[in-house]
């Protein structure tokens, strides 16, 4: 157990539809990350939130959008829901002190997401 | 602009035999860290390995070592005595920088499939 949970872990849902994932980072992380996978690809870094500020961006899509609260969990909400949208959304979480270069990032079991 | 290579969609070992994961960086960045992780078919991401560009010594932990060469930017995984539980998807990724801000950016991962 990586300490991060997400929820849910399943979510259907129809096109044109509105969701919300939701994330809880590890006791003490202060740095949460969202990563998309669709099936069979890679990670593709969507956003980061330190400390409830955005700190960096990746390809996210303006129909998503995610804020990180002052308790530190995470939400991703995803807009306007469309087939391609259909993934394992990931979340993960870090220390994120100013010295990161090797601080490893602790993933969550992930939100499949379908959408028909 | 980042970018992680992974040129091996699929690769298949027969068991106890050692196997290399070929992983390529592209970054203007002189401080990085490259970093590995294992996804079995349960979806899990497990961290594997880490490595700093600015380690003298190729990181080792157990089974797992990296052969990083910096001139050529390449942070190969190397699994010695493969297990059957070594069948899963691995995933080589690199963190830019070493700010709060850093993103960390994944490969398009390697499946392994290990033979009795």
């Known amino acids: 157990d990586s300490g991060v949970t997400q929820t849910p872990k399943h979510l259907i849902t129809a096109t044109g539809q509105r969701v919300t994932l939701r994330c809880s980072p590890r006791s003490g992380d202060l740095s949460v990350y969202w990563y998309q996978q669709s099936l069979d690809q890679g990670l593709q870094f969507l956003i980061q939130y330190y400390n409830g500020e955005e700190r960096a961006k990746g390809n996210i899509l303006e129909r998503f959008s995610a804020q990180q609260f002052p308790d530190l969990h995470s939400e991703l909400n995803l807009s306007s829901l469309e087939l391609g949208d259909s993934a394992l959304y990931f979340c993960?979480?870090?220390?994120?002190?100013?010295?990161?270069?090797?601080?490893?990032?602790?993933f969550g079991s992930g939100t499949q997401l379908s959408v028909l | 602009a980042q970018k992680i290579t992974q040129t091996q969609p699929g690769m298949f070992v027969q068991e106890k035999e050692a196997v290399t994961l070929d992983c390529t960086y592209d970054?203007?960045?002189?401080?990085?860290?490259l970093f590995w992780y294992k996804q079995p078919s349960s979806g899990e991401m497990i961290f594997l390995i880490y490595?700093?560009?600015?380690?003298?010594q190729n990181a080792t932990e157990g089974r797992y070592s990296l052969n990083f060469q910096k001139a050529r930017k390449s942070a190969n995984l190397v699994i010695s005595a493969s297990q059957l539980g070594d069948s899963a998807m691995y995933f080589c990724a690199m963190r830019e920088g070493d700010s709060s801000a850093s993103k960390i950016i994944f490969g398009s991962g390697t499946r392994l499939s290990i033979r009795p």
């Open positions: 490595q700093g560009s600015y380690d003298e």
């Open positions: 993960a979480s870090s220390v994120a002190d100013e010295v990161v270069a090797n601080e490893k990032l602790f």
């Open positions: 970054t203007s960045d002189q401080s990085y860290g």
